[in-house]
């Protein structure tokens, strides 16, 4: 693969950037993700032997996870989707980015399309970031046929709905449905009981369609909303939103 040097270089600069958690809760500790292994205790290749993960092993740990992936990426017939594979999910979107100007445009589009499905909070990579790299891809390379089909059929004027899930979170974020009971769902999820927000869209607007989680989701450029307007304001009195 044409440039794999390069992304390894930068993946051992991403991968050792990130520091060891230390957290008074226990929980947190135990599933917290890092890069290349989440929680306490890791199995180091090749015995698989668990280990306890510790400020003082910790840049130990992380380099033997890292020779491993490397050898593995470096072998495998598909080396971009192996490393993708055997990273955390909550980091691939921010290492995809760091890698963009090794990839082809078929490469970032088909990456960004399969990490994006599988990633549960996108927008904490930053909105401008995920629009910048979403106006790279074509909607071919983004979607498989299925979802290009679903594209194909939306009208030229879409009406769109987002559950906000905190009351931190922005309503102008990239990821919309078309399907208000989802909304809702969102809204609801974590025992919330957040807004649902409403907006128009054009179409030459809308990324990408993906319906692989049943969600009806579109991706949308949020700068090019209109319209946006609260459809069910079901969140307490004077709690404020982002948009």
Known sequence: MKNLDKILVVLKRFVKAVPFFASPDALQMVVKPYPLFQGLYVAIPPSRELVLVTQENYQKIVQKKL?????QVTEADDPLVHLFMLLSCPYRLQFLSYIQPYLTPEQLGFILGWTWCKTEFPHQNGI??????FRLCSKETLMDEASRKTFD???EILTI???????KARIRGLSWTTDLEKAKWFA???NCNNPVFEAKIEKKNVFACFDIRGESEVVVNPWCLKEV???????????THNA
């Open 67 to 71: 020779d491993f992936v490397i050898e």
């Open 128 to 133: 401008s970031k995920m629009v910048k790299l």
């Open 153 to 155: 059929n939306i009208p």
């Open 161 to 167: 709905y987002r559950g906000i899930q905190s009351k």
């Open 188 to 190: 609801r999820r974590f």
């Open 229 to 239: 307007k609260c459809k069910i304001r079901t969140y307490a009195k004077g709690v």
